[in-house]
């Protein structure tokens, strides 16, 4: 395979197009949602986090469109608004879940974002971080049965999608910093840096929080005792392995999103488990 340079016009269409070509139509009016059983619906109702995932999905699409809007250069203004495209679609697929199985969540929608740039930076690398994750839950969860499987098949095509946003995230990045003369060079990699320790620094927060509180009812720290014996390493294990499945079928010369696998493997080797995977110490 010919080699690429990170920074190219080369590689700006290689993974703009790759993005835009593996989009998947469909319209949310048109998902058929099934028919649960009682036991079922009172599972998804007790999940505590739809009405955060409806705003999380709705905050990111308002940060897409506005970059989107801003982007000078046609192919990544295509691609971005594309992204922007599925974001809301997403919070549309979320919004009619939940009117379909009686779950309640909040209205209204956020402004766009005053600086669009630093917003995609923050929501990019936050998305990085919390699809690594998301990937081994929701594994866990399909191979479980915490999810019912009509539910699996429709969620699978977002896990995608989720993957197909962050590689070209990552991309994005990487093109954007090298194109950017020095001065303006120097002063978004200072963004860079700050958005990505801001989301790192916020899920080291709400972790230790979880802990303090004996895990309260957050969804992720659930998640182990609904599946089973599951520890930390497991948990971990899965989040790795679905994260090179899932970005494993794109173009091998594309940069893929590397710190929070890194990190984990990093954990995986100084960090104990005790029961259901929260750690010992």
Not at 107 to 116: K, L, M, Y
Not at 245 to 273: C, K, M, S
Request: proline letters at 5%.
């Amino acid at each position: 395979m010919p080699e690429l340079t990170v920074g190219s016009e080369e590689h700006k269409t290689l993974f703009c197009r790759q993005f835009v070509d593996t989009h998947h139509v469909y319209a949310v009016r048109d998902v058929r949602w099934p028919e649960l059983d009682a036991t079922e619906v009172q599972r998804l109702r007790a999940m505590p986090f739809w009405d955060e995932a409806v705003q999380s999905e709705a905050t990111a699409a308002a940060r897409v469109r506005a970059m989107a809007d801003v982007e000078p250069d046609a192919l990544l203004r295509e691609a971005i608004a594309m992204q922007a495209y599925e974001e809301e679609r997403h919070a549309l697929l979320l919004e009619s879940l939940t009117q379909r199985y009686g779950i309640t969540v909040g209205a209204g929608r956020p402004p766009a974002p005053r600086d669009a740039e630093w917003a995609f930076l923050r929501m990019g690398y936050g998305e990085c971080f919390d699809s690594f994750f998301a990937f081994g839950l929701f594994r866990l969860s399909a191979d479980t049965g915490l999810f019912p499987e009509p539910l699996v098949r429709v969620f699978d095509g977002v896990m995608d999608e989720e993957a197909r946003h962050i590689l070209f995230f990552t991309n994005w990045v990487a093109y954007r910093r090298l194109g950017l003369p020095f001065e303006r060079r120097a002063w978004f990699l200072v963004r860079r840096g700050l958005g990505l320790s801001l989301q790192a620094f916020g899920r080291v927060r709400t972790a230790l929080h979880l802990r303090s509180a004996d895990a309260g009812d957050d969804f992720t720290m659930q998640v182990p005792e609904a599946v089973g014996d599951v520890t930390l390493a497991t948990l971990a294990k899965t989040c790795l392995d679905e994260n090179e499945r899932r970005l494993g079928g794109y173009d091998a010369r594309l940069l893929r999103p590397t710190l929070v696998p890194h990190l984990v493997r990093l954990a995986l080797r100084v960090l104990p488990a005790g029961r259901n995977g929260r750690p010992t110490a």
